[in-house]
């Protein structure tokens, strides 16, 4: 049988588990030109939100459809095949529906894994899959830090942040995590090496706080969140400083807060890139690669919220937006 995990009502704000619920179906048939996978991880990226209101397709997405499989991406085994380019045993890492099994004709955006896999294979939906890789392009290309830079990173304890700061951390920079909890924060510089942590909550001032913990001013900031915490770091930034905007997760499926001082971008001199992993699709070996050596060396780590079955993905979606991930967020098959 072939489990998905359906739209089951549009999200108002934050999703809930209530907003999915998961169906029952046949295995399909394989039609010609098409192959069926078995997709053993299922990743949670927040990005997904951003299609699930009504009428929010755009071009890299059409909006959900309510009681339709939920968009997301998968780390999928080809078993069955009639598609002459995917063979059985293939491993894939795909923009598949969050569904136990996927029918795909190869149109769908999927970047393919090595036959032997060195590591754990959630870690090619992690650390080495989109969020890894997002962090290595941001930081590597963009921020660029270095032993005299003070970096900032919001949604530092998520699947992005955490692999962010470690890069940064490697290339000899004071690390500056924002959080959302103060266990959050222990863990960051306590197992992860951060140098220190910033909480952020409703009722606290954000740019205060980062002012307190950077006294002489962030050089780098690498953006998860946007909003109110864009604002707040644009404040703290120093002359000449780096933006690598990666996400802005307090926007999504909600109306998003815009930052009122960008005029400081012109007071400051700051460089403010955005990037989009995917665009990068043809350099994702090199950055699998380098993210490989890291990990072998034992430079860094890959830290997981891990939930299991199926049923688990709401949740563990919900998870993101209520903060309760330390690490990537990941539901196993
Ligand atoms: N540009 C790209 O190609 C690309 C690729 C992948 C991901 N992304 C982006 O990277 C960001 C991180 O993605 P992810 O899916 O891996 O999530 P994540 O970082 O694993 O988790 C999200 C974290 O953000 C914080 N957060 C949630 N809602 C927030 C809010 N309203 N205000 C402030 N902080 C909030 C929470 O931590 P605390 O409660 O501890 O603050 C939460 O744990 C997202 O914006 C995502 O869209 C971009």
Not at 128 to 143: K, R
Not at 157 to 177: C, D, E, H, P, S
Not at 256 to 269: A, H, Q, R
Not at 277 to 291: G, I, K, N, V
Request: negative net charge.
């Amino acid at each position: 049988m072939m489990h998905s995990v359906v739209l089951a009502r549009r999200p108002v704000g934050n999703p809930v588990e209530a907003d999915f619920a998961v169906n029952e179906a046949q295995l399909p048939e394989v039609p010609s030109g098409f192959f069926l996978t078995r997709n053993d991880f299922i990743s949670l990226d927040a990005g997904f939100r951003n299609w699930m209101n009504e009428d929010s397709g755009d071009e890299v997405l059409p909006a959900m459809a309510l009681n339709e499989p939920v968009m997301g991406l998968v780390l999928a085994e080809v078993i069955a095949s009639r598609h002459a380019d995917y063979a059985v045993g293939d491993k894939l890492m795909a923009r598949f529906a969050w569904q136990t099994h996927s029918l795909s004709d190869g149109s769908d955006f999927i970047a393919r894994l090595p036959a032997q896999l060195e590591f754990a294979p959630s870690a090619y939906m992690g650390v080495l899959g989109d969020t890894g890789m997002s962090a290595y392009f941001g930081m590597t290309d963009i921020a660029k830090p270095t032993e005299n830079d003070c970096v900032l990173i919001s949604g530092a304890g998520g699947a992005v942040g955490t692999i962010a700061g470690q890069i940064a951390k490697l290339y000899g920079a004071r690390v500056v995590g924002i959080v959302g909890s103060q266990a959050k924060a222990d863990w960051l510089c306590h197992t992860l090496g951060y140098d220190a942590a910033v909480l952020r909550s409703a009722d606290t001032d954000l740019a205060g706080e980062i002012r307190a913990v950077c006294p002489e001013g962030v050089d780098v900031f690498f953006d998860n969140v946007g909003g109110q915490t864009l604002e707040a770091a644009i404040s703290n930034m120093n002359h000449r400083g780096r933006m690598a905007l990666c996400g802005a997760i307090s926007g999504y499926g909600v109306a998003p807060y815009g930052p009122n001082n960008l005029f400081e971008l012109v007071t400051k001199e700051l460089s403010v890139e955005g990037f989009m992993t995917h665009f990068r699709h043809e350099r994702y070996d090199e950055a699998r690669e380098q993210l490989s050596t890291w990990l072998r060396e034992g430079a860094i780590q890959s830290p997981e919220h891990r939930l299991q079955g199926i049923e688990s993905v709401g949740k563990a979606f919900a998870d993101l937006f209520a903060g309760e991930n330390f690490g990537k967020t990941i539901v196993a098959l």
